[in-house]
């Protein structure tokens, strides 16, 4: 309802438009609130636009391009390979345009009402929108905070945006680079720097720490690294970079490994090294809203900020940076709006790393388990006995259950190897109910499919293993 010349009231206003953003505001609609829905960019946000999704589509391309390219010994022989870089491009966008229209269909079908226009906060029921030539008010009974993060960029190395860029322009790239250094050994940085070794660049990865993809189980991040030394991406662990000097449309990188200095030139050197939150310029100061020390929203179980009458959710609101969790707290914060009971409190939160091969895992770790005061056990199955994994020709990697012993409730299911992304929904499911390993054992999987993994996992824990040698024997 329109009050005024430039005032909208309603009951729920949500600031951004990303998967956590746009997931709140259909889902509060559908509890009956009237919502208004401001994003200053696009609708879909970071994942939708210039994330997960093109992202995936880059890697779909580039892992289609490498199966061709190493399908000798399945009696496929091809001849020379030609990747026309800007349809690869322009496919990317097709997938990006059908899914963000899609966006948009469903916020109208909803009867969402959107506002083009960056929005902050006057009071804690009053907000402020830029638009292209006005400002417009709303007012509202509740708030939820959407705004996600953007990438971090390291003190003495800005973006220029042409030569040293982020995620988002590496995602954009006219050409494929000849020559691709990648600051950041984390999961951003792999999954490009992997895409684009396979479509033809020379890439080299700069990490600081001592392991690529700190926050992952060793045993899984060694197949990874063991599968970009034969694509032959050059990794330096340990290694600082001092200094970016771009002179053209090349770059010289300065690095220190140890006591060693060592320079790289580059086309393209993308800095992938984590992400800070957009929590800037919203007006939280005029509200005294709570924020830790690197900016993220401080909330509760609920998403509540400590303006009660706010909430956010997603990237802003910490924890783990993912888009999944983001839509799983807009539903929580959703509900809770709209006056029902709900709380953010799963089990586990699954993560995923398209990488070659890729990495999922849910749950606690072995080493996680035990510090929580778990006997935990861990135990593995290799693709390599899986039947469907062979006759793809794919079989690197593992799967990994962490269970209780006294109990043998499945803590967690981690792992390394084909379609690990999709395989994870099963392992998911059966962390958050709480499943034994009998429970997982004695389901019936259909054969032959990279699922029955699972199922062998949890027979190798019993000691009752059909399609691997028992222990003893070995």
């Given at each position: 309802m329109v009050v005024g010349e430039l005032t909208v009231e309603c009951d729920l206003l949500v600031i951004g438009g990303g998967p956590g953003g746009y997931v709140a505001a259909i889902r509060a609609a559908q509890l009956g609130l009237d919502v208004t829905l401001a994003e200053d960019s696009f609708v879909g946000g970071v994942c939708l636009n210039v994330g997960c999704i093109p992202s995936k589509a880059l890697i779909s391309v580039a892992s289609r391009v490498d199966q061709i390219r190493h399908s000798k010994d399945m009696g496929i022989v091809v001849g020379s390979i030609d990747v026309d870089f800007p349809q690869v491009m322009t496919y990317k966008s097709q997938v990006v345009s059908r899914l963000t229209s899609g966006v948009t269909r469903l916020l109208e079908g909803n009867g969402v009402n959107v506002i083009e226009g960056r929005a902050s906060f006057v009071a804690a029921n009053l907000a402020r929108v830029q638009l292209s030539h006005e400002v417009q008010q709303v007012r509202f009974k509740s708030a939820i905070l959407a705004t996600g993060s953007r990438p971090l960029e390291i003190p003495g190395i800005p973006f220029d945006h042409s030569v040293v860029v982020d995620s988002t322009d590496a995602l954009s790239f006219e050409s494929i680079p000849e020559r691709l250094v990648v600051i950041g050994g984390g999961y951003i940085g792999l999954e490009i720097g992997t895409a684009y070794r396979k479509l033809g660049?020379?890439?080299?990865?700069?990490?600081?720490?001592?392991?690529?993809?700190?926050?992952?189980?060793?045993?899984?991040?060694?197949?990874?690294?063991r599968r970009l030394k034969s694509l032959g991406v050059e990794v330096n662990l340990s290694s600082t970079v001092s200094a970016v000097t771009v002179s053209g449309s090349t770059a010289l990188v300065t690095f220190q490994n140890g006591e060693t200095i060592e320079t790289l030139q580059a086309d393209k050197v993308v800095v992938a090294v984590g992400r800070v939150p957009n929590s800037e310029d919203l007006g939280l100061e005029h509200l005294g809203m709570k924020l830790d020390p690197k900016g993220f929203v401080i909330v509760d179980e609920q998403r509540r900020t400590s303006v009660r009458s706010i909430f956010a959710i997603g990237d802003i609101a910490g924890g783990p940076l993912l888009a999944h969790k983001a839509s799983y707290e807009g539903k929580v914060a959703a509900a809770v709006a709209a006056g029902h009971r709900d709380a953010y409190d799963p089990v586990a939160v699954p993560a995923v790393v398209?990488?070659?091969?890729?990495?999922?895992s849910v749950g606690l770790t072995l080493n996680d388990a035990e510090k929580l005061g778990y006997k935990a056990v861990g135990v593995r199955f290799p693709f390599a006995g899986i039947g469907r994994a062979v006759s793809i020709n794919d079989t690197d990697g593992f799967c990994q259950v962490v269970y209780d012993s006294d109990s043998g409730v499945i803590l967690g299911l981690h792992l390394v190897g084909p379609d690990a992304s999709d395989l994870l929904g099963e392992a998911s499911l059966l962390v958050e109910f709480g499943a034994n390993l009998e429970d997982l054992s004695r389901t019936i999987h259909a054969h032959p499919t990279l699922a029955e993994i699972f199922?062998?996992?949890?027979?190798?824990?019993?000691?009752?293993?059909?399609?691997?040698?028992?222990?003893?024997?070995?």
């Open positions: 660049s020379h890439v080299t990865v700069l990490e600081a720490t001592d392991r690529l993809l700190g926050t992952m189980d060793s045993s899984l991040v060694a197949i990874v690294a398209f990488t070659d091969p890729e990495i999922a199922m062998e996992v949890a027979e190798e824990a019993l000691g009752l293993p059909v399609h691997q040698l028992p222990k003893k024997s070995r």
